[in-house]
């Protein structure tokens, strides 16, 4: 699934970087995650930075 982000972020010109560390119970909070489910990466999209 990364590589498909860093894909399209290259073909419309925005930068990405996938981070393993990453505050895991603030995101599972945030995103409502069940105890069956876990973060196991993040990835940051943004624009590049001219």
């Given at each position: 699934?990364?590589?498909?982000?860093?894909?399209?972020?290259?073909?419309?010109?925005?930068?990405?970087?996938?981070r393993a560390?990453?505050?895991?119970?603030?995101?599972?909070?945030?995103?409502?995650?069940?105890?069956?489910?876990?973060?196991?990466?993040?990835?940051?999209?943004?624009?590049?930075?001219?």
């Open positions: 699934m990364a590589q498909n982000v860093y894909l399209f972020c290259a073909s419309v010109g925005l930068a990405t970087v996938v560390w990453f505050d895991r119970d603030a995101l599972t909070k945030a995103m409502g995650l069940g105890n069956d489910q876990q973060l196991l990466l993040a990835q940051t999209v943004g624009r590049r930075k001219v």
